[in-house]
């Protein structure tokens, strides 16, 4: 009895490797309709929220030219529809790809996203949403973390009463000088929310419309040296 129970195991076990090696696989030119010649550049960020962006060089664009599988996938989902942003979801790094002589990107470019926590690489192509089959390499990622540091400075945002609902920068990043970066709060009753800039006074917010309700916003633009943003709660009782 033992004897048939290992066999019919060994059966099943067999069963599910084959489905697994069946799944179709595609090129990037099946996948997406161009081939790694056709991208003429790539701008890199961190996060889905955030707008700052770094170019990355063309010795990574290799790296995209893998094997893809087709997936049940939403990106807008699972990446673009959470606001204020949750750090419990599932983030990811951001690729823009310019694509030449392709009318299908020729307005639009292409959007990679590499997942913060599988680092599969995710794209919404010709005929869906594709996956990597394997893992992004970590050379990959350290390539576009270096890319991002190289004639960057370090900013870090102190806001220690929480009160910035956008900040991109959860603990610290780097930036190129003249980089300009916004941020808001929500309006506090009775109290300003003053914003440092290295320990020295720099503004206090300023009261804004957005999508039909004012909120208090914060405007920086990168110098050439490390910065620290802090947000400090005055006034009030």
Request: with cysteine.
């Amino acid at each position: 009895m033992k004897k048939i129970a290992n066999m019919f195991l060994t059966f099943f076990a067999m069963l599910t490797m084959a489905s697994c090696t069946n799944t179709p696989t595609y090129s990037l030119k099946e996948a997406g309709g161009f081939e790694i010649s056709n991208i003429t550049s790539i701008s890199a960020s961190s996060s889905v929220y955030q707008n700052l962006c770094w170019p990355i060089k063309e010795e990574a664009y290799s790296y995209l030219d893998c094997k893809y599988i087709k997936v049940d996938f939403d990106i807008q989902k699972e990446y673009l529809s959470s606001w204020p942003p949750s750090e419990l979801q599932d983030d990811a790094y951001v690729l823009h790809a310019e694509i030449s002589d392709s009318d299908t990107y020729a307005n639009t470019g292409l959007v990679f996203f590499i997942s913060h926590n599988s680092n599969y690489l995710y794209f919404d192509g010709l005929e869906g949403t594709y996956r990597s089959q394997e893992k992004m390499s970590s050379k990959f990622i350290d390539m576009i973390q270096k890319d991002k540091k190289k004639d960057s400075f370090k900013i870090t945002v102190i806001d220690e009463d929480n009160q910035i609902y956008d900040n991109p920068f959860p603990t610290e990043d780097y930036l190129t000088p003249g980089t300009q970066i916004t941020l808001h709060s929500h309006p506090i009753m009775d109290a300003d929310l003053v914003m440092y800039v290295n320990d020295e006074f720099y503004s206090k917010q300023e009261y804004v419309e957005m999508d039909g309700h004012y909120v208090w916003e914060y405007r920086f633009t990168m110098i050439e040296k490390d910065v620290t943003l802090r947000f400090i709660i005055e006034g009030g009782w």
